[in-house]
């Protein structure tokens, strides 16, 4: 059984930075590309970020380049999202999900982490 786990949400003032984890379990991680999603209330999901399996190729939505990086340590079976200079705009609830190579998420999205960027 696929199990995804986020963590590392919070409540932080804008300009500021947060790391959100997602620990992958039930499938071999590693084999497969990785994805950040988000959704604030009210708007669908959106791609934020995508590792592939060995971390060789990164790729970002367009309102995140720049200040946003995707990480991946296989080892721990964990795929990570660096966040800085975050903007209001930021806030949403991230979720992360294992994607095939034929483009298919194979995870059921979980709880996700929320984030909340406000002074």
């Known amino acids: 059984q696929v199990q995804l786990v986020e963590s590392g949400g919070a409540l932080v003032q804008p300009g500021g930075s947060l790391r959100l984890s997602c620990a992958g379990s039930?499938?071999?991680?590693?084999?497969?590309?990785m994805t950040w999603y988000r959704q604030a209330p009210g708007k669908q999901r959106e791609l934020v970020a995508v590792?592939?399996?060995?971390?060789?190729?990164?790729n970002y939505a367009d309102s995140v380049k720049g200040r946003f990086t995707i990480s991946r340590d296989n080892a721990k079976n964990t795929v990570y999202l660096q966040m800085n200079s975050l903007k209001p705009e930021d806030s949403a609830v991230y979720y992360c999900?294992?994607?095939?190579?034929?483009?298919?998420?194979?995870?059921?999205w979980g709880q996700g982490t929320q984030v909340t960027v406000s002074s």
């Open positions: 999900n294992a994607r095939s190579v034929g483009g298919a998420l194979i995870g059921s």
């Open positions: 039930g499938f071999a991680f590693s084999m497969y590309a």
């Open positions: 590792i592939t399996s060995a971390g060789g190729f990164t």
